[in-house]
């Protein structure tokens, strides 16, 4: 019996980093996500104040499953501003994190 020894060959290393000329339309892309950014923080800012509204409405009309529900949309809508306004900081932390790993 022959016992055949194959060699294991790897590739080299890949070197792969984002660029900026690597499609057409990256500009306008970036245009649109930082749009989608404003709307998501112009959205958040509006949620907030609905939500203040009730949240009073609940606290003087003795209604306290509104008044509930208002705390819970103040919080919802600050949670959604510091997501949309820390976005890109949470990408690029994970991105140099990924990049870390070998």
Known sequence: ?????????????????PND????????????VGAGMTIGLI????AL??????WGFGANSSNPHMASRGKTGVLVAC???????A???????FWDVGQGIS
């Open 1 to 17: 019996m022959q016992s055949h020894s194959h060699a294991t060959q790897y590739p080299g290393a890949v070197d792969i980093s």
């Open 21 to 32: 000329d690597g499609l057409p339309g990256i500009a306008a892309l970036r245009d649109i």
């Open 43 to 46: 959205l958040s800012v509006l």
């Open 49 to 54: 104040i609905v939500a203040a509204v009730i």
């Open 79 to 85: 949670g959604a501003a510091i997501l949309c306004g």
């Open 87 to 93: 976005a890109v900081t949470l990408v690029n932390f």
